[in-house]
């Protein structure tokens, strides 16, 4: 079984920056991908990037591209979420989670992960 924690989220202002990180224990962390989704409030949640196994692949939803990057650290147990050019539409809480073990190449569907941190608020402001 694997335990996911998050950290690093915080309030800042439209067009910074914060830096997520996600560490995981439990299950051998090269076995599977990882995730990054949201939720903000009153809406469904949505994916944010996903990276392969060994962070040699990565995906991203529209709205990110460009402004966010996925990587992982493998002898660290760690994936993190670099978000620049933050903006008030990307608040919302930010959880982490670990891909199936069939989902080794990242995914955007929530179903191909069944492990998931708590979650991490992330707040910007206009």
């Known amino acids: 079984q694997v335990q996911l924690v998050e950290s690093g989220g915080g309030l800042v202002q439209a067009g910074g920056s914060l830096r997520l990180s996600c560490a995981a224990s439990g299950r051998t962390f090269t076995d599977y991908a990882m995730g990054w989704f949201r939720q903000a409030p009153g809406k469904e949640r949505e994916f944010v990037a996903s990276i392969s196994w060994s962070g040699s692949g990565s995906i991203y939803a529209d709205s990110v591209k460009g402004r966010f990057t996925i990587s992982r650290d493998n002898a660290k147990n760690m994936v993190f979420l670099q978000m620049n050019s933050l903006k008030p539409e990307d608040t919302a809480v930010y959880s982490c989670?670990?891909?199936?073990?069939?989902?080794?190449?990242?995914?955007?569907?929530?179903?191909?992960?069944?492990?998931w941190g708590p979650g991490t608020q992330v707040t910007v402001s206009s």
């Open positions: 989670a670990a891909g199936s073990r069939s989902n080794l190449w990242g995914s955007m569907r929530a179903n191909d992960y069944d492990t």
